[in-house]
């Protein structure tokens, strides 16, 4: 029998019932190349709209593509502008208090937090594809920020020049995001793992907590590192520093705060009652400390702030400066985690109300915005996933309502910043560990313990490194593990023996299908895994292991007939590289050496284009290669019975 | 029908005819954890030897598993050592002018050179289970020590501490390739994949060649950079230093190496020609250099080497130095190249003559005698390519060729080492040139060309890197595209639409294989990876998009059945986490939205494992599981038809 390499299909003998096994359809290796690039970077076959259209629609198709706000901009109506107006005025009561207390939390003055509340939620409400997703200034982004830059530079001792640089990291976070989505390059983010951002994003809500021990306990002196150790010991070395008025409205307020959340979460309609809290508490705060202010000695005040609109910023970014790489450092960081919340936030909101959310276009809309906000003394905002809640729950139905929240913002920054001055600070961090507690996700690690032990290990490695080492050693090791789960899978795939379930071609594991029954003269080991470089040592030793298991459960039960063909069924084999098909060629060798036969089934397109072209594919000859399992077994078997008679 | 979840089998129905997909059997967190461990570092089973047993049996065992020469040496016979003697003395014959060589390539005296061809051959043959592995200084090792030990200390300047820092790296690359061995954490350096390592290698056949024209021309202030382009121009910039008498010396001795080496290539038999020219050269240009001495103005010599044995270097080792991490750093990446080029060196020639290897066996062996070797004034040693193959022509049959080698070294450091006196130092260079020329391996990178595109550009990128940057860049380019390469197609998979093959229960690519046919009112998708976070989001794309192109065919055929089920095969899915249950859970969320119903066919143990922990297999009830395409297309439109009848 021979076998016909150059026709596009081999094997399976001159028996005409057997299928051949085919290579795929020839192409150069230009189609090739194209259309891999094709799957990896437009999966989506994001060009499928234009397909037959005329051309203004085409134009108009475009310009929806890329702004759209012309997608829904003309169905809007009176009834939708309610809703956005309720949602909008009610994220806004969110986002004045936290916007001055994130600020703080990365270190710049709290008036860049208001900014950032304005500007960028405009440019969101003309880009952004998501209907729900609150734009500003977010925690875990704020204080990676604050952490990165403070390595370098010392907010209090140069406060201008880490301005300077917290404006350049955001261009940078903005430069990056915009490029992920336009090289369509998003899957970067797809790294994070899940399990990795509960871990990661606990611990970090962990350490802005302990961070607001500072203004919770009104101390003066304060450590500047930021892990649970140095912060903790730094707070009980200043005992004497401790103020009694100070601890006692922020434990007031704090009750206050959480109850209120406590009640909006058990009764989602009374969402309202935790989104008013905060800004209420600003002004009954305010009140207070004004009042009171001979007697509330040692509770410190926010003080004056600027009035007015922001500022142009374009001449504070330095592109020239020596400290130019630590701000395209930061900006990328902060730029993957603002892209990493923005996007999860997006995406879940958009399931809840079933509409699509395009994440490469979302990436686009992001990015514009931290541009655009480097320019206007905006830091680093995103979508925010407690406002964002608040937004779906208060029945916001377009990006308008983020334009109504930049509105009452506006008002806000015009007339009344004189009203902060007398805000105790300690409200603001009263305000922030309410808004990260809720971050601290102990279900969902509970669930990814039950699920899968490895993901856990992955959630509790990158909590601890950012609890206990720092924030960006945290965030590696969540990368690391993410990365290390991946690599581990591939270098230690499974190999499955499989049996026949009796009267079907059905072939299945033997130690999961008790009914599945081993095949006299037959092993049949699945390989469950590409086969490459990074497993093919290992994949040899499994499947001589299997054999020579095989060989001692023969041995041991006393069967007639011994082991004569080992067949690998390739189906999961999805590809394989030139070490892989250097495995193949030396097993088959050392199995010819013991006078075993091997067998490939149903090996998948691109293996079989690769075997083809290394000239590997003759060796395995006219009963070496099979459709299924079940023709090799039936094919093999007849051949045998045949040639048993012939003698 | 109501789906049992808590019974080990769930889905397909109450019908009969239907199999139920089995969840594996049920095991402990406990169990799992050790079966994981045992399949990730015990693949081979190494402890099945000792099964059945009685003591003293396990004993004798034991003693051989970890000193492979009593199971050897018991045979040992006198026409074994015949043959021994005559390979240990070829490649006696080529080391100990490369020795001297390669020393100088990591910038360390010669004799230190001849040290390492001693005391570690000879552990190795006590140690060692390959038989012809020729144990010694190689080239890229020592090139790796040399660049990166001088981005430290100078060796010229202060050659003490540089020879301390030599001793402590070897010391650590022992250490850890020793523990790689013990910890089986052997598969570290299957992430060097066979690509990357042809165009690594080949680059640094360029750099030492580069090198090497300092002694070929006989250049005195040479560049003490490596990259093509300052070696270049330093070449060029310093031509008055150019001295005659050395370059015809060294193209004549290159020129009959280079032949030398051509006539054994063309015939194997002829190995005693290229094997005995180096020290055929070494001792004619000796003797050329020693009697016209007056007349060879500008050739260097060696100059005086110390006699006698290794002293010992023990209090040699810097433990507690400021430079202790550059001598780890530089004991790692030299330990995982020695062991790369070591254990690839093994099992090539093991294969050859077939006898097994064992990989972990082999790295604690080469790991101890680099441990010993730093205590001996040795440095980083391990089986050299082009000894070994010398060694294998020569007929050698067991590791004791290493031993009478290591004798002859004996003799030589003993009474010959005045003979070196007078060697020219351009004898040397051309016996490198000649020794890695070798290593550009332009065929592989040929074949690499045709079979693979992503392997191909993986060998040129690691290639560049070492030429044009520097040797560790070059390294962690050849990593980076490796795991990149792993990475990429982990995030994007395929997902290919299957058809039935008439007549049979087969179901293969419909792009494939032109007689599938699709099966009307359902879609059949085979996704071909593991699905996990850093492919959910793509996944969900791509079976969207393939619905998406199904009802456009369907449309453009005007076909009466529309789409009603949608099939994910499973057979590949060889793994799922959290973020991959989501998406399934996701996607048949959507599909319900749209009236078409999501079916898993043959999802795999771990899968199924899963599923059912998260709570998840509920979902997909008893017309949503089958253990095989063929059964759910056979089920479901057996049940849709009697559904239709009643009607």
């Given at each position: ?85 309720v949602s909008g005025l009610t994220i806004a009561s969110l986002a004045?208090p936290q ?33 729900h997703?609150a734009?500003?200034?977010?925690s ?65 809500a ?47 307020f704090l009750m206050i705060l959480l109850s209120t959340r406590h009640i909006s979460m058990k009764n989602p309609k009374l969402f309202w009652v935790s989104a008013a809290a905060p800004l209420t508490s600003v ?62 936030v997006?995406?879940t909101f958009?399931?809840l ?31 925010s996933f407690s406002r964002s809640a608040v937004n779906y729950n208060a029945g916001a139905?377009?990006?308008?309502s ?28 009263a305000i922030i560990i309410t808004a990260v507690i809720g971050l601290v996700d102990?279900r ?204």
């Amino acid at each position: 029998m021979a076998v016909i390499i150059n026709s596009s299909c081999g094997g399976g003998g001159e028996d005409s019932e057997v299928h051949r096994v085919c290579l795929p359809p020839k192409r150069t290796t230009m189609e090739k190349l194209k259309q891999r690039v094709g799957e990896i970077f437009f999966p989506d076959d994001p060009l499928h709209k234009f397909k037959n259209q005329t051309l203004p629609k085409k134009l108009l198709l475009g310009l929806q593509f890329l702004v759209p706000v012309f997608e829904w901009g003309p169905q809007y109506n009176l009834k939708l502008l309610r809703s956005d107006v309720v949602s909008g005025l009610t994220i806004a009561s969110l986002a004045i208090p936290q916007g001055i207390s994130y600020a703080k939390l990365a270190k710049l003055p709290p008036i860049i937090g208001l900014y950032s509340s304005f500007v960028p939620p405009m440019i969101y409400a003309l880009l952004g594809s998501s209907r729900h997703l609150a734009v500003g200034p977010v925690s875990i982004a704020s204080l990676v920020m604050g952490s990165m830059l403070t390595q370098e530079v010392s907010a209090t001792e140069d406060p201008t020049l880490y301005l300077k640089l917290a404006f350049t990291a955001t261009f940078f976070a903005g430069l990056f995001q915009a490029s992920l989505g336009l090289l369509r390059l998003g899957f970067v983010i797809d790294f994070l793992s899940k399990a990795t951002l509960v871990g990661f994003t606990a611990g970090a809500a962990v350490v802005v907590s302990l961070q607001q021990l500072k203004g919770l306990l009104g101390i003066v002196t304060f450590t500047t590192k930021m892990e649970i150790v140095p912060v903790i010991s730094s707070v009980f070395h200043s005992r004497d520093e401790w103020s009694g008025p100070t601890i006692m409205m922020g434990v007031l307020f704090l009750m206050i705060l959480l109850s209120t959340r406590h009640i909006s979460m058990k009764n989602p309609k009374l969402f309202w009652v935790s989104a008013a809290a905060p800004l209420t508490s600003v002004i009954a705060a305010t009140l207070a400390s004004f009042m009171f202010s001979s007697k509330l000695h040692g509770v410190k005040i926010i003080g004056h702030l600027p009035k007015g609109l922001n500022p142009p910023s374009m001449d504070m970014l330095l592109f020239s400066s020596s400290h130019l790489a630590v701000a395209i450092k930061t900006g990328i960081v902060t730029g993957i985690l603002s892209l990493t919340e923005g996007i999860a936030v997006g995406t879940t909101f958009a399931s809840l109300a079933n509409y699509p959310v395009d994440g490469n276009k979302e990436m686009m809309a992001i990015g514009a915005m931290n541009m655009v906000g480097s320019c206007t003394s905006c830091y680093v905002t995103t979508g925010s996933f407690s406002r964002s809640a608040v937004n779906y729950n208060a029945g916001a139905k377009t990006a308008v309502s983020n334009t109504v929240m930049a509105a009452a913002v506006l008002v806000t920054l015009l007339f009344l910043m004189p009203l902060f001055h007398y805000t105790p600070e300690v409200i603001l961090a009263a305000i922030i560990i309410t808004a990260v507690i809720g971050l601290v996700d102990y279900r969902a690690a509970g669930r990814l313990w039950k699920v899968d032990k490895l993901d856990f290990a992955a959630c509790l490695c990158s909590f601890v490194g950012v609890v206990f080492v720092s924030v960006p050693v945290g965030l590696s090791v969540a990368v690391g593990v993410s990365m290390f789960k991946v690599l581990l899978h591939v270098t230690r795939p499974n190999a499955v023996v499989l049996g026949n379930l009796p009267g079907t071609q059905i072939y299945q594991s033997v130690q999961r299908y008790g009914e599945a029954e081993r095949v006299a003269s037959f092993l049949i080991v699945a390989v469950e895994s590409p086969i490459y470089f990074a497993n093919s040592t290992y994949l040899k030793e499994r499947i001589m292991r299997c054999i020579r298991e095989e060989e001692e459960l023969i041995e041991a039960n006393k069967e007639t007939a011994g082991l004569k063909y080992v067949v690998v069924d390739m189906t999961a084999v999805s590809a394989i590289d030139t070490s892989g098909i250097e495995l193949l060629c030396e097993v088959r060798k050392t199995l010819e050496g013991r006078s075993l036969q091997l067998v490939l089934a149903n090996p998948g397109g691109t293996v079989m284009e690769k075997l083809h072209l290394s000239k590997s594919l003759q060796l395995f000859g006219s009963n070496g290669l099979f459709i299924s399992v079940g023709e090799a077994v039936a094919h093999i078997s007849s051949l045998s019975k045949a040639h048993r008679e012939v003698i």
